[in-house]
């Protein structure tokens, strides 16, 4: 069955970075594409950005340039989400999700990562 | 690209049917079919409940369904239950290739 498995909480300063992984199982890893979601607490759902399924091309949502990297491994089936500069504000739960390449929609989702950003 | 608009809450009682809207613009909802919607449960991930405006995957219930009319797309939960409680969410494609959610709904049966 299609898991997506997402990496333990992290508590982190701000101005530090954090990268979470989401190990893909069940399914052709380099078929999908997998897209990157938070919510801040009290808060709705926000996109951050795409890795497309062969890790080629990266599109991120405005507010992430700069601050946000996407990169996957296909040897390990895992995409990796890595955000620098971390604020406050940066504390969310992150969720993965797999996107089949010109669906798009997420059929999938990871379980969610809390991500903790305090002094 | 600010989120696109949908109201903060909706009630109705068991068995009614309930329309959530959420609006955007022609350079997302009103420009593509690209529009699908997620339940969400706090402390669980978000569920897909309709794609490509009206489709529904497979083990949705069909009292979900979904339609759109210019920059507005729509959710309709029918036969309301308990169990529809929840947040839901809009997500369109826009057009500088990124996605935008919209605001959430929160869902309340009386």
């Known amino acids: 069955q299609v898991q997506l498995v ?5 508590m982190k300063k701000p101005g530090a970075s954090v990268r979470i992984s989401c190990k893909a199982s069940g399914y ?5 594409h997998m897209h990157w979601v938070r919510q801040a607490p009290g808060q709705g759902l926000e996109w951050m950005g795409m890795i497309d399924s062969h890790g080629r091309r990266t599109i991120y949502a405005q507010s992430f340039q700069g601050s946000l990297t996407l990169t996957r491994d296909s040897s390990s089936t895992t995409v990796y989400m890595e955000l620098t500069s971390l604020r406050s504000d940066d504390t969310a739960v992150y969720y993965c ?3 089949l390449p010109d669906s798009y929609f997420l059929d999938y989702w990871g379980q969610g990562t809390q991500v903790t950003v305090s002094s | ?9 909706v009630s109705g009682s068991p068995g009614q049917s309930i329309t959530i809207s959420c609006t955007g613009t022609n350079t997302d909802v009103g420009g ?7 339940q969400h449960h706090p402390g669980k991930a978000p ?3 309709i794609y490509e405006v009206s489709n529904r995957p497979s083990g949705v219930s ?17 036969g309301l239950q308990t169990e529809d409680e929840a947040d839901y969410y809009c997500i369109s494609f826009t057009s500088t290739g ?3 959610f919209g605001t959430g709904t929160e869902v309340t049966v009386l």
């Open chain 1, 6 to 10: 997402q990496s333990g909480a992290e």
């Open chain 1, 28 to 32: 052709s890893f380099t078929s999908y």
């Open chain 1, 97 to 99: 999700a797999r996107e």
């Open chain 2, 1 to 9: 690209q600010s989120a696109l608009t949908q109201p903060a809450s």
């Open chain 2, 32 to 38: 593509y079919k690209h529009v699908s919607w997620y």
């Open chain 2, 47 to 49: 569920k897909l409940m």
């Open chain 2, 62 to 78: 069909n009292r979900f369904s979904g339609s759109k009319s210019g920059n507005t797309a729509s959710l309709t939960i029918s």
């Open chain 2, 98 to 100: 990124t996605y935008v």
